[in-house]
């Protein structure tokens, strides 16, 4: 009887992980179809402010899924920032 157990790849890819960059590193790629969220504070409530590839802020939205959406309706990609 032959044994059944495969090596199952890992949950998190090379490539996946290749999608994660600093600031600096998104800034120095000037990739312009990106871009981030980061928490805020604007006037004492919370928020996230979405920034282009080279760090404006471009909006600051309620919360994640709409600063999601906003950078969803610009044509742009959303890159999570370490």
């Known amino acids: 009887m032959a044994n059944s157990t495969t090596k199952q ?3 998190t890819s090379k490539t ?3 999608l994660v ?3 600096i590193e998104l800034f120095n790629l000037g ?3 990106v871009a981030y969220i980061k928490p805020v504070l604007v006037n004492g409530a919370k928020g996230f402010a979405v920034h ?3 760090g404006e802020a471009m ?3 309620a919360n994640k899924d709409l600063a999601l959406n906003a ?3 610009q044509d ?3 890159i999570s920032l370490h």
């Open 52 to 54: 282009n590839a080279q």
């Open 21 to 23: 960059m600093s600031e």
């Open 31 to 33: 990739i312009e179809q």
């Open 16 to 18: 996946a992980q290749s």
């Open 76 to 78: 742009l990609y959303p």
């Open 59 to 61: 909006t600051v939205a």
């Open 9 to 11: 790849p890992e949950a």
């Open 71 to 73: 950078i969803r309706n």
